[in-house]
């Protein structure tokens, strides 16, 4: 206004407005840009970005706010449908946000607003587009200028050249604006030579530009606007459009309503790698040039050379001064300013990780990539879904982590089964934080194993989820209901049952178990009902430990048992052999829900009689749930089990049943000690007669020692039946023979290679020898009919230090028996006699033994 050029603006006022063209998340231009905007210090800066994020600018300047973060917008009416514009501290567009805050000046995003994006395609995974490398999922790539610029000055890689000819590009050296003339002039030759390289919608997009650019000139003067914008934009800008032209371009845009927010991003959704259009491929280490001062080689190494060494491997700081040579060496032999980050990879393999690809996948994924995972301040604007969820998170000290965290959970502890409720319920609302893994070492249902991972993408199925409720509870419940009653099969809704209880919603159980109960009146399937019975009995299991009243559950499993006892002997019949095969499954879950049944509801009838003479509150609750399950059954645990019994002894004299299934039933009535092996034997015999088929035959074996090395143990300790299945297999006709020769190889490729083995020792030797080998009263070597007491109390002093018990100790400890006298652990065991007098500890380990 005076005519008196401002100290450090650009003398040639051709430049204003001022457009600095950037690669998206490259640190090099990150740089660049906080120099041109020291130098320039114009009235207002336009940033490429959603203009309706205009409002959540100030909190960039939040001391809470961590990058790396991203501005999250989805459809109001359609959560799902969404975009996000991710930013790293070393991000242009960060640094100029930053710059205009910290300096008082007007910031303003001015790409296409988000309404007509997302109207646009549906939203994207990014919709910043790499002005280098493509563009946003959806849209059809441009013309890659990064590779053609790469190209044309002789670079065969175009990560390479952009790292020689800007990212080593030190602060500071000449004009500030030298960078962005050129990247500008490259990127107008390429957009010309490229004519129709480009994309509808890149057109759309600035033409918006154009119109904010004329406002804010308007608005701030012709010389005091800065525009920090995708380098492939930048001639689009430059180049004089009448406005008439750009709002015909706008005119008629389908938009839909949205909300945005600032949410934490990770340096793993930031990579190429992790689908990110506009990714780039290391992070971590564009992270590290941005940061540090000086000498980014010697400091990048440093940094490796201390992961390795807290994974245990040898490094000295000789390796490091080493590879530091090294990598000096090679880029000079590659005609580098600097060693880049394949010299430092190069060195960091030969010489610190002694030419080894595994702990330098190691260095990739923690440094190269990284696990940094953002954080956004509590007053950022959120759904109440997510903001129940924060709160939730910081009770029970459950942080979101971007890097795999395992994590064990002892649900008798209070915390550790909120944070199991919590990751539960977030799994009904299809929020994957947590994933369920096999809890090492333990069997029992009061400990539970998770995997957790946060995702960027979590934000939007939470904000997807708020439609259920406003918090996490009230939604999961929502959730629950609707889905019962949409379920299309029994098993469905029997696994919702049980998801239900892990999530500790009672207030869903009333329409799950109404639904439930409706399902299995209709379903008269007993592959169904096969399949629902095992979820409810677990079920009933995390009663126990969570302290849930499942009496309704225990009526329809009473109610399920009962139609799958009637039903499955004639279901067994008439069965092609991939039927027949599921049908054994389908015997096999039904035997195992039976078992753990009747062991629960024996439990629960132990507990009830103190329960009741004690009267207290807790102690009559047990008891209720006590005589609901044992009524339930009739006489309980003895009846169901004989009653199960008598059905398996059915199936396994029933010729018409498939001869897997036979051969099933018959292995677990001689398991669970029902069957003498006598009997068992005489049925081997009948099934492998000569009257056979060869292929029923076959069958009849893989259901009896199929499944594992069980059956084969089996045959290795019973002469008798391994004697009947080499006699069979001698008789099968040659004509028949490869006929069944699959079904064998299937079964007996199962068993471990120990027990392959010793079966074939056994076969070669003959029956003959087998028994003489192993001498008189021996039926098989090196194993006699009788326990050699001798032989086990000498390990005894052994198992008493390793348990470390003294003799008293230990001795007590001998009253336990095999099977379990411990009240409680006694019950668990599949043969216990469940004895309610054990007396702790003691017991267990006699038990053990």
């Not at 004089?240 to 959704?269: E, N």
Request: aromatic share 4%; net charge negative.
């Amino acid at each position: 206004m005076t005519g008196i050029q401002r100290a450090g603006q650009p003398a040639d006022d051709s430049r204003w407005p001022l457009l600095l063209g950037v690669r998206h998340h490259g640190p090099g231009s990150a740089r660049a840009v906080r120099a041109a905007l020291e130098a320039a210090r114009p009235r207002t800066v336009l940033i490429e970005g959603p203009p309706e994020a205009d409002t959540l600018l100030p909190l960039a300047a939040d001391r809470e706010m961590r990058p790396p973060v991203a501005l999250l917008a989805h459809a109001v009416d359609e959560p799902g449908r969404s975009a996000f514009w991710p930013m790293a501290e070393f991000s242009p567009e960060w640094v100029a946000l930053r710059w205009a805050l910290e300096h008082g000046v007007p910031a303003r995003f001015i790409d296409l607003p988000a309404a007509h994006t997302l109207a646009w395609h549906g939203g994207a995974d990014a919709e910043q587009d790499e002005e280098y490398e493509g563009g946003a999922p959806g849209d059809g790539l441009r013309v890659d200028p990064l590779g053609a610029l790469a190209e044309a000055a002789g670079y065969d890689d175009a990560e390479r050249w952009w790292e020689d000819v800007v990212e080593h590009r030190g602060v500071g050296e000449g004009d500030p604006y030298t960078p962005f003339t050129a990247v500008e002039e490259a990127m107008t030759a390429v957009r010309e030579t490229h004519e129709g390289g480009g994309r509808d919608r890149d057109l759309v997009r600035e033409a918006h530009m154009r119109l904010q650019l004329r406002v804010a000139q308007r608005e701030f003067g012709a010389d005091g606007v800065a525009v920090v914008c995708g380098a492939w934009h930048v001639p689009a800008l430059r180049r004089k459009a009448a406005v008439a032209d750009d709002r015909a371009l706008l005119k008629g845009l389908a938009k839909v309503r949205t909300d945005l927010t600032w949410v934490p991003w990770t340096y793993r959704r930031l990579a190429r790698d992790g689908g990110y259009g506009a990714g780039v491929d290391s992070p971590g280490w564009y992270a590290h040039l941005f940061r540090v001062p000086d000498r980014p080689v010697e400091r990048w190494l440093t940094k490796v050379a201390g992961l390795l060494r807290e994974e245990d491997r040898i490094v000295s700081p000789a390796h490091v001064i080493e590879a530091v040579r090294l990598a000096g060496t090679l880029a000079a032999l590659r005609g580098r300013p600097l060693a880049g980050l394949s010299e430092t990879t190069d060195a960091v393999r030969a010489v610190l990780c002694e030419g080894s690809d595994v702990p330098l996948a190691l260095v990739r994924d923690r440094l190269v990539v990284g696990d940094v995972l953002g954080e956004v301040p509590p007053g950022a604007p959120a759904v109440p879904l997510q903001r129940d969820l924060d709160r939730t998170q910081r009770r029970l000290r459950l942080r979101p982590e971007a890097a795999d965290r395992d994590m064990d959970l002892d649900l008798r502890k209070e915390t550790d089964a909120g944070r199991s409720r919590l990751l539960h319920r977030l799994r009904l609302l299809g929020v994957e934080w947590g994933e369920p893994l096999a809890s090492p070492g333990s069997t029992g249902t009061f400990r539970e194993t998770w995997r957790l991972r946060w995702e960027p993408e979590l934000a939007v199925r939470v904000a997807e989820a708020g439609v259920w409720g406003t918090t996490v509870r009230a939604a999961a419940t929502a959730r629950a209901e609707a889905d019962a009653v949409s379920a299309r099969g029994l098993a469905e809704v029997t696994a919702l049952a049980e998801r239900c209880l892990l999530a500790g919603l009672p207030d869903a159980l009333p329409t799950v178990m109404r639904v439930l109960a409706d399902r299995a009146a209709l379903d008269t399937d007993v592959g169904h009902l096969a399949q629902a019975l095992p979820a409810l009995v677990r079920s009933l299991r995390y009663g126990d430990v969570r302290g849930t009243d499942t009496g309704a559950l225990a009526d329809v499993a009473a109610g399920l048992a009962e139609r799958i006892f009637v039903g499955l002997p004639p279901a067994c019949t008439g069965l092609d052999a991939d039927a027949a095969d599921e049908m054994r499954r389908h015997v096999d879950a039904v035997h195992g829900a039976v078992g753990l049944l009747a062991e629960t509801a024996a439990l629960r009838d132990a507990t009830a009689g103190p329960a009741d003479s004690a009267g207290d509150g807790a102690g009559v609750g047990c008891g209720e749930r006590g005589r609901g399950l044992a009524g339930a059954f009739g006489a309980g645990d003895r009846e169901l089990r004989a009653r199960w019994r008598g059905v398996l002894r059915g199936l396994s004299a029933r010729d018409r049943v498939a001869g897997v299934v036979r051969g099933r039933v018959v292995r677990l009535l001689l398991d669970d000690g029902e069957m003498g092996r006598e009997e068992a034997a005489r049925l081997m015999g009948l099934a492998l007669s000569p009257g056979t088929p060869p292929g029923d035959a076959a069958a009849w074996i893989e259901g009896f020692v199929g499944g594992g090395s069980g059956g084969g143990l089996l045959l290795v300790h019973d002469e008798r039946l391994l004697g009947l299945v080499d006699g069979w297999l001698t008789r099968v006709p040659a004509e028949a023979f490869t006929d069944v020769l699959p079904l064998l190889r299937r079964t007996f490729s199962a068993y471990e290679p120990g027990v392959r083995r010793t079966l074939g020792e056994l076969v070669r030797r003959g029956p003959g020898e087998r028994a003489s080998a192993a001498g008189p009263g021996a039926a098989v070597p090196g194993f006699a009919h009788d326990l050699d007491a001798g032989r086990a109390d000498a390990v005894l002093p052994v198992v008493r230090l390793l348990l470390g018990l003294d003799g008293d100790e230990a001795g007590a400890g001998d009253t336990g028996g095999a099977h379990g006298t411990d009240g409680v652990h006694g019950a668990d065991d599949a043969h216990g006699t469940g004895d309610a007098k054990g007396t702790g500890d003691k017991d267990y380990v006699g038990m053990n033994r």
